[in-house]
């Protein structure tokens, strides 16, 4: 029962079928003491993906891809823009079916069909826009399409205070001390919207999660703020899939990293044999680049940008 | 909403204590509740009859039949939706239980739970079209507003040869459901009808569904974020059809109040009420854009046009002046919601 609440988009059956579980708090069994349950120990693989691709008709999006997730360990995913991490993602969070290659989940492979489906698996995905309602409260965000009713029939209600202490608690947990939980999440800093989302996440049980460009619209302080989070859902036992184009937010936090490029893997690498200017030179494409400063020490004197017209486009597709 | 009182360990020494006056000013009905406020105070010192026992029951009673409907508008409108078909609803419900009874001599029971069924399947439709397409409602609305407007005059002529609802108190068990609808009260002297406690329970009702309950809670996040709150897990779609069909349902019981409170309705009955409604909402704090808002407010805004209409002829001033003022509250209100959304919004 725990794991099918999971993370930030809450499967059907919940709402549906509230009534017979909603006599009691829903959330009281679980993570509320802090501790997120049935996490195998540290370092043991929950996903699995190897030669995983996928195809849309004659497209191919991406292809050959392999990589682990362990528990208590981040997995970067990095890449450029176009570079496949979107359909990635979409995999690993049931958006979208992989066509080739398996994808092993506990031991056991996979074809997921739905981000139901995934959450199920304990899989929970916080996406760029973080699904919160920036006019309401940060309890009702917290709990928002997973609320916590008490009493009966027509007098079942909103158990304001335990969702108003468990939100503060576990935000508390995730090392986010909030003011006023009674604020309106719009009035958070961006940083902080995406704790509470990580923290909102973690408290419905996830056991994988999945964090979408999380650093991207964020300032240098911020972007801190949310990695220092990111190692704290690591530390509690997370597996933590943390896809960005940033290197130099990747490195910090990172166990291993993933590179894609193209809509291919460039290799999995454990953090020990990737230096941080070996993980800029790859990313950035390595002689590629060599070859773009070289081409933009010419142009620029000369200001014949006009005259390479492709350049930036091709530039900007890897 | 802030009433819980917090546990030593939860307060927060970076909070500075906020005053009761504070949290009050922070609730989206106070404009309301301070102009509802003047405006009694106004007509009680200006006029006579405003506060005498008569007076007090005819501005209550017509603040009623605009208050059940203007709080369910309230609620779509939080959801991030307007419904423009609430006034020709009310003829619509009224106009069908009158003539399935004087004329096809049907039930009069059966007629008023058909005309219900009648009107919350035209409200899902509303609901159903707006989610499906992805139109404004405003437009959707608009267009079942007008073909209910001419639907009601037409098809009644073409059935009973005239626009209006005649010896509807002949009809058989008349007499036992009118009490329902269009019965009358006293309360301290002064006779009200009934439509005034239809009036309370429903706004009691849906606050309580607003700020304690689940769909509540679905409802300020379909209308502040329709996006995040699908990924989430909220039902879009149910909330959203329901809110449409709470509209259309609050219609219907305005139709059957006025319906057994006057014994006719007619093809006008309700056109043009759509926008008091919507007004009313507005007033009570609701945002265009969704989201926020209350069901007080909506009532306090129900009150204010209650009493402006009232009062207004008790002070024998001309009765045209009464939308002009609306009007000038309309605006008000919308300038000083719009300055608390974006105090709410506004990253610190």
């Known amino acids: 029962m725990s794991t099918d609440k999971a993370g930030t988009s809450q499967p059907d059956m919940d709402r549906d079928g509230a009534s017979a579980e909603d006599a009691g708090h829903e959330g009281t069994g679980r993570a509320a003491g802090g501790e997120t349950p049935s996490l195998p120990p540290p370092g043991t693989a929950i996903i699995e993906v190897t030669d995983i691709g996928k195809s849309y008709g004659q497209v191919i999006a991406l292809s050959d891809v392999t990589t682990t997730v362990r528990t208590g ?84 209600r909103l158990d304001v205070d335990f969702m108003r202490r468990t939100a503060k608690s576990a935000l508390a947990d995730m090392g986010i001390d909030l003011r006023d939980v009674d604020q309106p999440i719009g009035t958070l800093s961006g940083g902080e919207r995406q704790c509470v989302a990580i923290a909102r996440a973690v408290y419905f049980g996830a056991r994988v999660l999945i964090l979408d460009e999380p650093t991207a619209a964020l300032g240098v302080r911020q972007s801190g703020v949310v990695l220092k989070y990111i190692a704290r859902a690591r530390d509690r036992g997370l597996g933590v899939v943390f896809i960005t184009h940033n290197p130099h937010h990747a490195y910090p936090v990172a166990d291993r990293f993933m590179l894609l490029r193209r809509g291919r893997s460039m290799g999995d690498f454990p953090k020990a044999e990737m230096p941080l200017d070996e993980l800029v030179k790859m990313m950035a494409g390595g002689a590629e680049l060599d070859a773009l400063t070289d081409e933009l020490d010419r142009s620029l004197p000369d200001s014949e940008a006009d005259n390479d017209k492709e350049t930036p486009a091709e530039v900007q597709e890897r | 909403m802030s009433t819980a009182t917090a546990t030593a360990d939860e307060v927060d020494e970076r909070l500075a204590p906020t005053s009761r006056v504070t949290k009050v000013l922070r609730r989206p009905e106070v404009g309301s509740a301070i102009a509802a406020l003047l405006v009694f105070m106004f007509f009680t010192l ?8 008569s007076g007090v029951g005819t501005w209550l009673n017509s603040s009623s039949r605009i208050g059940i409907v203007a709080v369910a508008v309230a609620l779509l409108m939080i959801g991030g939706e307007f419904d423009l078909s609430t006034g020709t609803m009310v003829g619509t419900s009224g106009l069908l239980v009158g003539v399935m009874t004087t004329h096809f001599g049907l039930n009069i029971f059966v007629a008023v739970v058909l005309a219900l069924v009648a009107a919350l399947t035209i409200g899902a439709l509303n609901g159903v079209i707006v989610m499906k397409t992805g139109l404004p409602s405003f437009i959707v609305t608009l267009g079942t507003f007008f073909v209910l407007q001419g639907v009601n005059v037409a098809l009644t002529k073409a059935i009973i040869g005239q626009v209006a609802i005649q010896g509807m108190n002949l009809v058989p068990s008349f007499d036992v459901i009118q009490p329902v609808f269009g019965g009358s009260f006293s309360l301290f002297g002064t006779t009200m009808d009934l439509s005034v406690l239809w009036f309370l329970a429903i706004t009691a009702t849906a606050t309580w569904v607003l700020l304690r309950t689940r769909p509540g809670n679905w409802i300020f996040a379909v209308g502040g974020a329709q996006q995040s709150s699908r990924q989430v897990g909220v039902p879009l779609l149910a909330t959203k059809v329901g809110l449409f069909m709470t509209t259309a349902g609050a219609g219907w019981l305005v139709g059957m109040i006025t319906l057994f409170k006057s014994s006719t309705v007619n093809g006008a009955t309700g056109v043009g009420d759509e926008f008091i409604f919507i007004i009313c909402a507005v007033v009570g704090g609701c945002l265009l854009t969704g ?58």
């Not at chain 2, 200006?46 to 026992?53: D, N, P, V």
């Not at chain 2, 069901?295 to 002046?321: E, F, K, N, R």
Request: charged residues 15%; positive net charge; aromatic residues 10%.
């Open chain 2, 291 to 348: 989201g926020f808002g209350s069901a007080i407010g909506a009532a306090l805004g129900a009150l204010i046009y209650g009493m402006t209409q009232q009062g207004i002829v008790y002070a024998t001033w001309d009765s045209d002046w009464l939308k002009a003022f609306l009007g000038v509250m309309l605006l008000g209100a919308v300038l000083v919601n719009n300055w608390v959304r974006k105090r709410a919004e506004a990253a610190r």
């Open chain 1, 73 to 156: 360990e981040v997995t970067c995913v990095l890449g450029d823009n176009g570079a496949g991490k979107s359909t990635f993602i979409k995999i690993l969070s049931g958006a979208h079916e992989h066509s080739q290659g398996t994808f092993v989940v506990d031991g056991v492979s996979r074809h997921m069909s739905s981000p139901r489906a995934a959450l199920a698996l304990g899989i929970a995905t916080v996406y760029q826009d973080l699904a919160v309602v920036p006019l309401m409260p940060v309890w009702r965000n917290f709990f928002l399409g997973s609320e916590t009713t008490k009493g009966f029939g027509p007098l079942k």
């Open chain 2, 46 to 53: 200006y006029t006579e009859q405003f506060l005498s026992q």
